[in-house]
């Protein structure tokens, strides 16, 4: 076979080329330290690299996690342990009171800390996260303890006991007790007393939340009553099969009415289901029914929040820190706690009240109302207690699980790092000696192709 110049000069070529190229793909690989530069260089390498990169940007995000979740709960320990140390403080302070004799400026110096001490629960009870309620369920923007004077935007159904404290301004509507209350003057409100629209209070009301039973009429403790006012659920109610639903009686809380009919089954309302005045309750039926606070109601700072009290429960806000693996970081039940610890403050305070008259020789009934209360605080500070305990389990394994991730981060790193890096220095080395080879491709070249047009010319 006749070897032309032209067929040198193009195997030349594209052996320069071949050299070049490798040259440039060494190049580039020392100045990015990676193996490929796009997909195409090596598919199997670019999958397994990709499939790397997630795992290291899912375990940072889970690190994040369980950063945040760590945080929040810390938080919540502090706020738990002053809250077990507060309630110890006025646990003592009582316990003291109660082995003796106590005066008038004793009463009083009584008082002014027990003020102090019940203002500083509040505080620990309401505490924030980034701005979010830690003891507030879902609904991280309410406190459990309005911190001001606050006006209710839309009608608020009791769902737990609760105080309405003295110069709190019924909204439009007015109030209609769902049950008989006693008051701490002994005064009892039977079942149906309404507060008309406008009134200010003059005095702490309390608001119980009872079972009623209805056989045609709605039984409240001792007192029986017609269903002659609406009302709102406050727990998912199931009505038996037989009950006969005449129309617009049960308002879903959707705003829909449940048609007219006589279920053949049983079916079960949710909660916030209105039963209208004009709805007669089933036979053997058992509901919970509370308090409805009207719109444009004005509540005084230290009230316990409608809005949470009693409506938290199964409200666990967790946080993904793994696959499929999810811890809840947020305490329930701090609501009904603080709901009862500070009522058990505030009858303490009413009482040295009630006793601060310049006159000694009243101790006896405040040395059983202190006993009584010790016991009472002995409940709550074994309720925080095993809060403490759970939140401590939590914490617990959140650490083990931020151990994990941050050996995780650091094998799936170094699998990515051997994965799509190159060694350097042998990269360096193949580079010079492709470089060389280059070169010698070069001489070789200017050997080969020496003849030029004038060669030829006689």
Known sequence: MRVTNGMIRNNMLNALNTNMSRLDTLYNQMNTQKKIQRPSDDPIITGRSLKLRINVLEVEQYASNTEEAESWMSITEKALDNIHSITQDVRTRCNNA????????DRDKLKAVIDQLAQQLQDEANVTYIGRSVFSGYKTDEPIVLTKETTLDKDVYTSSEMTLLKGTKVGTGGITLSAATTLADGT???????????????????????????????????????????????????????????????????????????????????????LVSTMVPPVGMTMKIGTILPINTVLPKGTMNPKVLGKIDGQEVQYEVGVGNTITVNTLGMDSCMN??????????????????????????LYALFNDKIGEFDKTLSTVSEMTADLGSKMTRVEYTASRLTDDKTNFTELLSNTEGVDLEEVYVEFNSQYQVYQSALQATSKVVMNTLADFLN
Request: proline share 7%; net charge negative.
């Open 98 to 105: 109660a082995t003796g004799t106590l005066t008038v400026d």
């Open 188 to 274: 009892v409100l039977p079942a149906g007393h309404t507060f008309a629209a406008g009134t200010i209070l003059d005095k702490d009301i309390p608001l119980p939340v009872k079972t009623i039973i209805g056989d045609g009429v709605a039984t409240i403790g001792s007192t029986s009553i017609p269903v002659g006012s609406n009302r709102i659920l406050t727990g998912a109610t199931t009505l038996p099969a037989g009950t006969v639903i005449a129309a617009s009686t049960i308002k879903l809380p959707d705003g829909t009415f449940l048609p007219a009919q006589t279920l053949t089954s049983s079916l079960s309302v949710p909660e916030g289901t209105t």
């Open 340 to 365: 009862k610890l500070l009522k058990d403050v505030k009858d303490i305070k009413d009482k040295l009240d009630t006793y601060y008259d310049g006159i000694d020789g009243n101790e006896a009934d």
